[in-house]
Structures are given as C-alpha cells and as structure tokens.
C-alpha cells in the first residue's frame, strides 16, 4: 500500500542525495570513455588509479569530516590548510630533530592540533568572535609559524615507520599474496554490512512511517553501490592491497557517520546549527558544542598534516595551501546548507570523491591547471545552485 | 459601486488547492475585514490580489475599478495603488523614516536625492499618520506600532487607493492598537479603501463596515456591519458553534509547587537599569496562575530570568519546588528542577524548523530517548508518535518538517517538546497568539489536562478575556513589579486594567517629584 509513489516521483522527492551519486558515477563514467578514446587508450580504473585517488584526497576528505561538524554547527574554518601544514612540520621536527618514536609523534602531533583548535574555538564559542575572522587570522598565524619552524627548509626524509603513515599497506595476514588475501576478506565484510544497513535503514523507515523507497531503485542502489566497493577492493586487492590511509578513511568516516546521526552530542551540534536559541532555550549549551567542533577540527587538521607530509616525505612551508577550500567545497558539494544545521557525512565524503576523481581524470587527460579551477570551481557553483533551486520548488 | 470584485478566484499548489472558488466585493470607501481561521486561504486570496502570483497563475477573474485586472508583479499592483501591508514590517531598520519612506520611490531626479525635499515631504505624510518624530531617526529605533504608521505612511505616499492590512495589529500592545484603528477611520473618512484581515473580532467590529469570512479556501459568507455578531464570525469560521469558548474544569489546587521569592534582574544590556523588581509569586500543583500586563510589563523577562537566567543579570531572589531551594541558573539546570518554559515566539526561540517534528519534540531530552550517548531512533520516533496522537498534531507523519504546519499545530510540537522534559511548572508564553480559534480551544484543553495532572500551569498573555477565562488566579505585572493578584472570583478587565493604571500614575507621580 505504502508502495504507491512511483520510482519517478520517490526519485524527485530524493534528488539531491540520489543525483550526488548518479553525478559521481556520471563523472567516472565521462573519464572511462574520454581515456578509452585517446589516441593511446588508457584504463582510468586501473588499480594504480585508484589506489592513487585514495593517497592523494585521504587528507581532504579527513578535513572535510571535521569540516562538515564546523559548518552544520553555523561556523566555518579557514585556518585548516595553514594548521595541517604547521602541525605537519612540528611531527616532522619531533621525527627527524628530535628522533621520537612514531606513535608518540603521532599522539604529540595530534594533541597540538587539538590545542589550536581549542585556541581558536574559545574566541568563536566564548567570545562570539565571527569564525570566518578569527579562523581567517589563523590561517595567517599558522602559515607564518610554519614558515618559521621551518625557518625555509624542508624537513625530510623520514624513517620508514611515519612514512607508512602514508604510503604502506596493510599486511596480508591470510599470506595468499596476490590477489592480496587480507583486503578481500575485508571488502567482503564491507559489502555485507553495507546490504545489512541498509536492509535495516529500511525496515525501521517502515516501522517509523516514513514512506520506504521504491523496491527496485533501493535494490538498484545496494547493488550499485557494492558493486562499486567490490570493484574498488578487487583492483586495490590485485595492486598492493589496502592503503593505510584507506582504513584510516573507513575507520573515520564509519565513526564520524555514526557520531553526526546516532549520538546525543551530534544531534545537538544540528540543533545549534538549526536555531541556536531554540536549543539554548532546549537546555543545550551551544557555545561548548561549537568549541569542541573547533577542537575537533584541529586534530583532524593535525592528522591531515601528519599524511600529507609523510606522502611527501617533507615538510615544507607551502604545504597544505589551498586545503581549506577544498574541504569547504567538498561540504557544499556534498549538500550541506550554508547557514548550517543540515548536511550528512556521506554527502562529504562523495563531495569529496567527485572533486578527488575530477582532479585525477583532469590531469590524466592533460588538461591544464588553469582549466581545471575553472571547471572545479563551476561544479561546486552548479551543485550548490541546484540545491537552492530543489528548495525553492 | 465596487471598487474591487473578486470572482470565483481558485489557486493550486502541488499537493494543496488552497483556494477554491472565492468570491470577494469591496465597495470604494469602505473598510471590508476578511476573517478565518489559519490556513483559510486569506493570505494567498491577498498574494492574488497584490500581484505575487502573477495573471495566469490562478482561476477566476479580478475586476478593479470595473476594469479586468491582469497583474504582472507587485509593481503592477502598486502602480494601481493597490498596497498590502504585512504582518512581519517590511522596514530597514538601519536606514532613517525618509529612506524607509521612499525606498524604491526615491525623491530623486537622474538617480541623485533631493534629502530637503525628501525630509520635506516625510514630514507631511507622517503628520497624516499622527507621527511626530524627525524624519531622519532610525526605524530600528521606534516601537513596533510607530513602525506600522510608517510602513502607513509609506502606502499613502505612494497614492494608495486600496489599503490592505494584513494582522496589523497582532504585535501591538492595547493603546497603540486602538491608535492605528482611529487611523483606519480617519483614511476611510478621506476615501481610502481598506481591506482587514484580523483575528481581533472586536476590532473587526469596532472598524469594519462588511465582512466576508473565509473556511477551507473558499468564502462562506459575507456580512453587514449590522449583522455582525462575534458568535456568528466564529461559527462562519469554524463552521460549528462555539458555545463554550474555554474547556470547563473543576480546580483542585494542592501543595505549593513553585514559589519565587524578591525576584530581582538588572536589564542585560543598560547597566543599573532593574528590569524585574522584587518579584514574588507561587504557583500549586494542579493550577493554572495568569500573569497580566501591558506589552513590556516585563511578563516574559521573568519568565526567562527564572528559565536558566535566558534573560537580563540575576540580581537576588530565591526559586523554591515543593518548598527546597532550587538551582535554575542555566536552561539545563532548570529543566532538570522541574520548571520549562514555552516561548512566545515559536518560530525563532522555540523550533528547528527545518528539521521534522519528532528531533524537535525530544530535543530537549535527549537523554530521555537515549542510552549511554546513543540515541535510540526506535524510542524517540515511538514517543513523537504518541505526542501526535494525544495533542492530535494534524500531520502526515512525524517525520514531516514543522515548517510546513500550521501555527496551531507548531505550537502543539513545542508543548510536546515540553511535556516529553516531564516538568513540574510549566510556563506558557502567551501560547495562542496567532492560532486559530479552533486550536485554541484544544490548546486550553491540554492545558486543562496538565493542571489536572497535578502540574501547575503559568499562563502569560496579552489577551485579557484568555486569562480570565483559564486562570485560577492572576498576577498583574507593570514596569517590571508584580503590583498583586486577584482570585478568579475578583478579576475582571476593568479591575486588571485599573491596577495598571494605578501603578502607572504612580510611577509618573513620582518620576515628576523626583
């Protein structure tokens, strides 16, 4: 009985989380074809591909988890490039000057983003300072203190142990090698509990009243979408096996989907974003919610310092520059609303993906840097427009 | 002879038809009130009429000054003279009377003002409007009622000849109130055409010389000033009587709950200035107590400086539940003592309206739909939907966005909110202000219900006939003090009324001898 909406109509009702993914899938499609017919064809889902897709926007999407909390709860961050290139530099002083073990640099570096987070998030949350100056006036700080930690240099190589950070792989413990066993298992699992969520998603719509999709397009989607990851693990599993960044991604982005739609704290941190006043009057103490979502953000901006610059194998001083837009795009892309209170981490994450395969496909294809910001930048326009436009209707 | 003849006018949205055959004839010179419940389709009848939704986006035909209107936008209707007025002001209030007065009509020639005769001029039409301030104050600086004169003001600069006021007078306190419909007289005297909409029947019948009463998208009837009655605009309305305006009940007052003891706040932003002063009152369990005053009494300043000190700086007093101090000096902590507080305005303090209405029901116990952190979607939908069947919410679902209710049925989401925090003490900010008539009643019916639970009830409004008719006793409040109570026995309006009064002379009185 509830089955009486058609796909058509379900379709239009869910347009934006259904056309981010049609998008992304529309954009792999483009580049497929568009390297399949040059002159010398080249496979643009080759496991190299991909496994580079991973190593090369691990750091956006990590910024752009912490990026989205910041955003829903009606703030933004700009300082995150200039923090992940600071606290990239002082994890790389505490590895090569001082000669620390790697997991203490790690819980050190973290704990230094945390502490700007925090420096920034007080004047935001305590003392109502707009988070677009004084994240602004961070970004400035924090690229300059890098400089001066830096005092020039680059600070390079590192030890094998913080460079897998970035550039190892999992171990295969089931010792089949190639096809590497340990990832197969692991994207088997994957794929069993995407169709166990879902299959659960919908049964409790049904049981809550909300209108369930249309039994084709829900199976269409599961399947896509397994399908997807089963491709993905199948190549990276042929290739080397699972990046570290990569599990690092899934372990964050599980738990950062969980946290926004499961917890007490991350319904509160929409609520503050949704009506700030209605919430304090809800008993909410928003302004510690906004200094934690700061606090937050400075440790994800640290973690994202630490793989960029164990990707590199240096520190330099003009590293991360650019990173805050990236992650602000990825957000928007992904759907969240400016004013903040709305936006899911799946969106992000598929955000993020379509700028990180535009990027790659782009610059496979040779086209030009200067193309590439225009088009990019025209995506992100295009994607928040339709946004608007689905709203208005 | 009509000036204004609306035929059989029929608007669809997707999903909703929220007009359907309307019929509406104004005479020239007339006030003409149109009346009707929320969501009787009175304010697209007057998007129709403005040009909002242009010729071809409707049914039926518009005959103005006998001619077949085909408005483009609201410039076309402005040029026509025809303006609306709304109920949230359409003022900037940075810029001054003279460039509120003017916007998008400027006293210019090439693109560059003519200020002297643009000062010039302001001050002959606010002296129209019976508004002496200088021309140059800022809007933000005035009250909400000089705001309406000029927003007045600015629809007789633009040589209106059909007015329409849409709940002008919802956000003004008595006086002013009664100022602006002097105002109405005196533009119908001059031939201005009016058209009212109001909730406000004493109004509608103190000014209007017709009125068409509009149910479900359609007109019901339309009336003469002399077969106005209040009984007969409620019953069109409704479409049923409504004999008993307030649900019965039988009081049964028990212990005293809440007690608040030399209440005294200073004012958040004026240093020393003392917003509430040496407030005293109680309330018992299983009552409903009002508190009466005039619009900036500082009714709702006590309410919110007792909620979690959401208002102004705690100066002394004391909050004691069944007799035991209790601490309330944050939201959280109130709430955990026993005491909510159901704001005045539910849009901007009380809803998330973007999200749907089972996140803003539990959101002010979470803990109360969740384990250890994590929210239990299963319970918290469960109690959404028993909310929904026991306020009778009017809504598809709950997991509908509460932006798309009614104003009645948003209310009743945020008192759900409120009875889900399972308080003591609750207190009501003025909780049917632009509801209909029928959510009213099922709006006193829950309070009813919460007073008979052994709960005790505060009820702060502005509608003095709502008080008298719900409330065991009343406080009357003024300039920040609580001048007394009467028992249901002794209140009446003229009573209340004149113990403001008192006060105010007194205050005058002294501020002369000082």
Partial sequence: MAQGKGIGAHLGGHLRENGMLVALVAIVAFFTV????????????????????????????????????????????????????????????????????????????LAIGGAIGAAQGYWVAYWRIPSFIVTLAGMMV????????????NIGPFPKGFQSLSSGFIPDLTGIGRPHGLTLLLVAAGIAA???????????????????????????????????????????????????????LAVLVVFYAFFTENTVI????????????????????SDRLVFLCFVNMGMLAALAGMIVTARLNSATPKAGTGFELDAIAAVFIGGASMTGGSGRIVGVVVGALIMGIMNMGMSILGVGIDYQQMIKGLVLLAAVIFDVYNKSK | MALLEMRGIGKAFPGVRALDRVDLSVEAGEIHAICGE????????????????????????????????????????????????????????????????????????????????????????????????PPSTPVGKLGVGKQQL???????????????????????????????????????????????????????????????????????STMDRREITEDRIIRDMVGRDMAHRYPERVPAPGERLLEVEGWTVLHPEEAGRVAIRDASFHVRAGEIV???????????????????????????????????????????????????????DRKALGLILEEPILKNISLANLAGVALRGVLDKRREAKVAEDYRRQLAIRTPGVQQKVVNLSGGNQQKVVLSKWLFADPQVLILDEPTRGIDVGA???????????????????????????????????????????????????????????????????????????
């Fill in chain 1, 34 to 109: 568009m390297l399949a017919l040059q002159p010398q064809p080249v496979s643009f889902l080759q496991p190299l591909n991909i496994n580079n897709l991973f190593l090369q926007n691990g750091h956006v999407i990590i910024l752009a988890l912490g990026m989205l909390l910041v955003i829903v709860s009606g703030h933004i961050d700009l300082s995150v490039g200039s923090v992940a290139a600071f606290t990239g530099a002082c994890s790389a002083w505490m590895t090569v000057s001082l000669g620390l073990p790697f997991p203490l640099v790690i819980l050190l570096t």
């Fill in chain 1, 142 to 153: 924090f690229r300059g203190a890098t400089m001066w930690m830096l005092g020039g240099q």
């Fill in chain 1, 194 to 248: 995407i169709f166990w969520l879902g299959f659960r998603g919908r049964a409790r719509d049904r049981e809550f009243g909300i209108e369930p999709e249309p039994m084709a397009l829900f199976f269409g989607r599961q399947i896509a979408v397994a399908a997807a990851v089963g491709f993905v693990g199948w190549q990276l599993a042929s290739f080397r096996g699972l990046p570290n960044v990569l599990v690092v």
């Fill in chain 1, 266 to 285: 991350g319904r509160r941190i929409y609520a503050v974003g949704g009506n700030e006043k209605a919430a304090k009057l809800s008993g909410i103490r």
């Fill in chain 2, 38 to 133: 929320n969501g009787a389709g009175k304010s697209t009848l007057m998007k129709v009429l403005s040009g909002v939704y242009p010729a071809g986006s409707y049914e039926g035909e518009i005959l103005y000054d006998g001619e077949l209107l085909a408005l483009r936008g609201i410039r076309d209707s402005e040029a026509r003279g025809i303006i609306i007025i709304h109920q949230e002001l359409a003022l900037v209030p940075l810029l001054s009377i003279a460039e509120n007065l003017f916007l998008g009509n400027e006293v210019a020639a090439r693109g560059v003002i003519d200020w002297p005769q643009a000062f010039h001029r302001t001050e002959g039409w606010l002296r129209k409007v019976g508004l002496f301030e």
């Fill in chain 2, 150 to 220: 000029i927003e007045i003001a600015k629809a007789l600069a633009k040589d209106v000849r059909l007015l329409i006021l849409d709940e002008p007078t919802a956000a003004l306190q008595e006086n002013d109130s009664q100022k602006l419909l002097d105002l109405m007289l005196e533009l119908k005297a001059q031939g201005v055409t009016q058209i009212l909409i109001s909730h406000k029947l004493n109004e509608i019948s103190r000014v209007a010389d017709r009125i068409t009463v509009l149910r479900d998208g359609a007109t019901v």
């Fill in chain 2, 290 to 344: 009002g508190i009466a005053g005039l619009m900036g009494a500082g009714r709702t300043e006590l309410a919110m400086s007792l909620f979690g000190r959401s208002y102004g700086r705690w100066q002394a007093g004391v909050v004691k539940l069944r007799g035991q101090a209790a601490d309330v000096s944050t939201v959280e902590k109130a709430i955990a003592a026993g005491i909510s507080y159901v704001t005045e």
């Fill in chain 2, 440 to 514: 009213k009643f099922e709006i006193y019916q829950i309070m009813n219900d919460l007073a008979a639970q052994g709960r005790g009830v505060v009820m702060i409004s502005s509608e003095m006939p709502e008080l008298l008719g719900m409330c065991d006793r009343i406080y009357v409040m003024n300039e920040g003090r609580i001048l007394g109570e009467l028992s249901r026995a002794e209140a009446t309006q003229e009573r209340i009324m004149a113990m403001i009064m008192k006060a105010a002379g007194r205050a005058a009185g002294e501020g002369e001898a000082a």
